[in-house]
């Protein structure tokens, strides 16, 4: 990821607590799973971004139903943010997450 300028940080962190308003209403994980929206990366023209996401479990199997959604997330999402153009999501793993 490279240095963002402050526009581009503003549009990644819209999209970020959009995206987690979007999958808390309407989406299910289950009673005893957490889903979380960790970093979104935005390309400068707007056409693609990164959503790294993290889980209590089945990481890999969450992301992959959510790649399959994107393109209603994305519908979603452009409904609810104000852009000239709503990128193409990519729901990734976050392989950079700490642990504790």
Do not use: C, W
Request: aromatic share 8%; proline share 1%; no cysteine.
């Amino acid at each position: 990821m490279e240095k963002k300028t402050n526009r581009m940080e503003k549009v990644n962190s819209l999209i970020k607590r959009e995206l987690s308003e979007i999958l808390k209403e309407e989406y299910e994980f289950g009673l005893d799973n957490f889903v979380s929206v960790n970093i979104v990366d935005t390309k400068a023209d707007l056409s693609v971004a990164d959503i790294y996401i993290s889980s209590l479990r089945d990481e890999e199997a969450i992301v992959e139903n959510l790649n399959r959604e994107s393109r209603h997330i994305r519908y979603v999402l452009s409904k609810k943010i104000d852009m000239k153009k709503t990128p193409q999501l990519r729901f990734k793993v976050d392989r950079f997450k700490v642990s504790l």
